[in-house]
T-cell receptor
Framework: DTGVSQDPRHKITKRGQNVTFRCDPISEHNRLYWYRQTLGQGPEFLTYFQNEAQLEKSRLLSDRFSAERPKGSFSTLEIQRTEQGDSAMYLC?????????????FGPGTRLTVT | KNQVEQSPQSLIILEGKNCTLQCNYTVSPFSNLRWYKQDTGRGPVSLTIMTFSENTKSNGRYTATLDADTKQSSLHITASQLSDSASYICVPGGSQGNLIFGKGTKLSVKP
């Protein structure tokens, strides 16, 4: 399978714990995006990387959230001191760097439940 | 303020019937518009992507239209199948790659 993969697919954690999610993009895709999606809503942009550089962060990304893409390949999203409001599906997407309208390919998501 | 409004919120149709989903958007700057299909609990899958200069694009039984002047788009599904049951999300995008996702239309196709 050469699509975007995410790990874990599901995570249940207690409030106050830290969690880390991993995303492996499609090979040689320069751009990597993180989104958050709650029930009944469309995905909301969190942040994106061009290679290893984090180029944009949404105001949704509080200081408890941090994302990295150390070698320009896989990425991690860490949430510290989780809150119940963090419960959501966290989606990762990647895209090649092409001119014009380029495609974003989504992974299956990590569903986080904070109890 | 960037906004995307999709209608209807939900729709039930019988297998084999056609349907049209609507999208009105206010996104600036505007560069392109995508339609995604999202099955429950899965990531979105791209159906079509149109630049601002394109009026229509087809992908099998899916046909998207775009009127950049009135800021409206539609997705027409022909001869619906049970597997078309999903949420369909309209996503206008800016030139720098920022995507604004609508809430989606939840389509249920019944036998």
């Amino acid at each position: 399978d050469t699509g975007v993969s995410q790990d874990p697919r599901h995570k249940i954690t207690k409030r106050g714990q830290n969690v880390t999610f991993r995303c492996d993009p499609i090979s040689e895709h320069n751009r990597l995006y993180w989104y958050r999606q709650t029930l009944g809503q469309g995905p909301e942009f969190l942040t994106y990387f061009q290679n290893e550089a984090q180029l944009e962060k949404s105001r949704l990304l509080s200081d408890r959230f941090s994302a990295e893409r150390p070698k320009g390949s896989f990425s991690t999203l860490e949430i510290q001191r989780t809150e119940q409001g963090d419960s959501a599906m966290y989606l990762c997407a990647s895209s090649p760097r092409t001119s014009g309208a380029y495609e974003q390919y989504f992974g299956p998501g990590t569903r986080l439940t904070v109890t | 303020k960037n906004q995307v409004e999709q209608s209807p919120q939900s729709l039930i149709i019988l297998e084999g019937k056609n349907c049209t989903l609507q999208c009105n958007y206010t996104v600036s700057p505007f560069s392109n518009l995508r339609w995604y299909k999202q099955d429950t609990g899965r990531g979105p899958v791209s159906l079509t992507i149109m630049t601002f200069s394109e009026n229509t694009k087809s992908n099998g039984r899916y046909t998207a239209t775009l009127d950049a002047d009135t800021k409206q788009s539609s997705l027409h599904i022909t001869a619906s199948q049970l597997s078309d049951s999903a949420s369909y999300i309209c996503v206008p995008g800016g030139s720098q790659g920022n995507l604004i996702f609508g809430k989606g239309t939840k389509l249920s196709v019944k036998p």
